[in-house]
């Protein structure tokens, strides 16, 4: 089992250094990150599900932790998630419910107290 509160915790500190090596980049991937989870004509949790639904077809633990923690934030439902993991599988097959049972157990940890 992956424990998503210590990946998420450990890319955080990882990430200055990144930074520091490629400052245009990662300032730029921050205002993309930034304008492109902003409400819009869909709102923020909608483009986090849509998120979450690559990350686990794309097999990215970082991600899977860093939006199941948004997504948590922002007051989805294990249900909501789990539909969207739902179609996160049928695009992915077999490798994208791995990834999806794993996203459970981040909502798991990322809600408990």
């Known amino acids: 089992m992956s424990d998503f509160k210590q990946i998420t915790t450990h890319i955080s500190q990882n990430?200055?250094?990144?930074?520091?090596?490629?400052?245009?980049v990662m300032k730029n991937f921050s205002n993309l990150v930034s304008s492109g989870s902003q409400d819009g004509a869909l709102d923020k949790k909608t483009?986090?599900?849509?998120?979450i639904g690559?990350?686990?077809?794309?097999?990215?633990?970082g991600c899977i932790g860093f939006h199941t923690k948004?997504?948590?934030?922002?007051?989805?439902t294990e249900?909501?998630?789990?539909?969207?993991?739902?179609?996160?599988i049928f695009m992915g097959g077999g490798p994208s419910a791995m990834y999806a049972a794993e996203t459970m157990s981040a909502y798991k940890?990322?809600?408990s107290k």
Do not use: M, S, W, Y
């Open 15 to 24: 990430l200055p250094e990144l930074a520091k090596h490629i400052p245009d």
């Open 47 to 51: 483009k986090e599900l849509i998120a």
């Open 54 to 61: 690559i990350a686990v077809a794309n097999r990215c633990d």
């Open 70 to 76: 948004i997504l948590v934030d922002l007051g989805v």
């Open 79 to 88: 249900q909501e998630l789990a539909e969207a993991l739902g179609v996160a």
């Open 109 to 111: 940890q990322f809600t």
